[in-house]
């Protein structure tokens, strides 16, 4: 894969929608994308995704996250189609299957209950 | 040839934030070779179990100790650092590249952490600040849902494992403590208090390896596997980790022909409580989602079927990441050579070290790594 397919550090969100990769073979989806499939090798191609999905799990910090005053949200979410995302919650911690929308914010993933 | 472990020591994990890095190793290097007869001179490999040891720390600690000449390498795997040292000890004896090796485990990080690490900003988690205990806790929150459990009955493994510790005088000086104390105790990522989180300290263990003589009362590694990461999420929906462990236990237990259940006593990464939950799930020793109820049933405890962390476990006795895998295997050799004093488990014959590194975004683990010890 090309390099200038594969982002910085952070996601990114272009038009409503998560940048990354996915697996030509066993459709491993990663964000931002790898030159090569963490699943099994394989040859990646650009992809982007939509940026909804559903809370994996979620919990409430009481340590100081990114220099934030505690209590801070983390949840994981599953993008529709797409990659697990680790983000900052925005809200009271969400549930295992709550629908989720997320946006990144200079350059950090941030979710919050899809409305 | 097998490999056999010689020779042990460790230095009582705590604060040492003035000492050299080199003082501190000595205090485990040089009782693991006065046990073992041998001479700094007699070693011809030496690796270095430590996370944020800096540059060339390797070198400096085998100078400090008179292990010059042979290549001293420092081992980075996150958590299981110091197995994956022990490991590479055992290859060179057992390829004949070397006579004897000496495996170090070592931190200090009291005087670069306070708290929690700080998430590392070139991971793409760890920029949102994923710290471990969140990480952890993302685990333990999937995990009590998914199974229905109640979190008092994750939290009984810190109770078993700090009522361990306050047995062993090579573990972190901390009383044991009653159900309600942990669960009450104050919250650092729900649904993990305090008192379910291993703490910060430093600390060396040190185990020196060499070809087994064929005597008795000799410990030899038997089997050993490090599985690496892959794609999380993967196949099967679950938190990370257990996948990783998973393939090392199947590497390993091929390696032995027989199960991980038949050890006498085990050693396992309980980083956080839920840690030890999904890694004695993740190595056959309980049906998933079971371990709990087993736990409340005492099948864990020293006078249980299955002795799990006797020593204390990183909860009670610490977690100076690199030094970890190393002190896992010095409590292991010394529970198999009836020497563990008021933690010992009667008649212990094998046992088990299993360590997990992590932290690498999404993947189900860095490393994990299982070393079977076995009494001759």
Sequence with gaps: MNDQLVSPYAVSVADGRVMGARCTLCSTATAPATHRCPGCGGAMERSDFASTGRVFSATEVWLPVGGLEPPSVLAYVDLADGPRLLARWRGERPDRGDRAHVDVVDGIVHAEEER | MRAAISGVGMAPFGRHTDVRLEDLAWRAIEPALMTAGVEPEHVDAVFVGTVFGRVGVASRVARAAGLTGAPALAVEAACASGTVAVQMAKDAVESGRARCAVAIGLEQMTNVVSSAIPPEPTDVEGRAGLVMPAMYALSARWYLDHHRVDPVDMARVAVKNLSNAADNPRSLQRPARSLDEVVQSRMIADPLTVLQCCPVSDGAAAVVVTPERGES????????????????????????????????????????????????????????????????????????????????????????????????????????????????????????????????????????????????????????????????
Excluded: Y
């Design chain 2, 217 to 376: 009362d000799e410990v030899v590694i038997t089997a050993a596997a490090v599985a690496g990461g892959r794609a999380w999420p993967g196949e099967v929906a679950e938190p990370w980790g257990p996948a990783c462990v998973r393939r090392a236990r199947d590497l390993v237990e091929k390696d032995l022909g027989s199960r991980l259940d038949t050890a006498d006593v085990v050693e396992v990464h309980d980083a956080f409580t839920i840690g030890e939950l999904l890694t004695i799930e993740a190595m056959g020793l309980a049906p998933d989602g079971i371990a709990p109820a087993l736990l409340r049933d005492g099948e864990f405890g020293r006078d249980g079927r299955l002795p799990v962390n006797p020593s204390g476990g990183l909860i009670g006795r610490g977690h100076p990441l690199g030094a970890t895998g190393v002190a896992q295997t010095v409590e292991t050799w010394l529970q198999l050579r009836g020497a563990a004093g008021d933690v010992q488990i009667a008649g212990a014959q094998r046992g088990v070290v299993e360590t997990m590194g992590g932290g690498a975004s999404g993947l189900d683990g860095n490393v994990a790594a299982i070393l079977v010890l076995d009494r001759t």
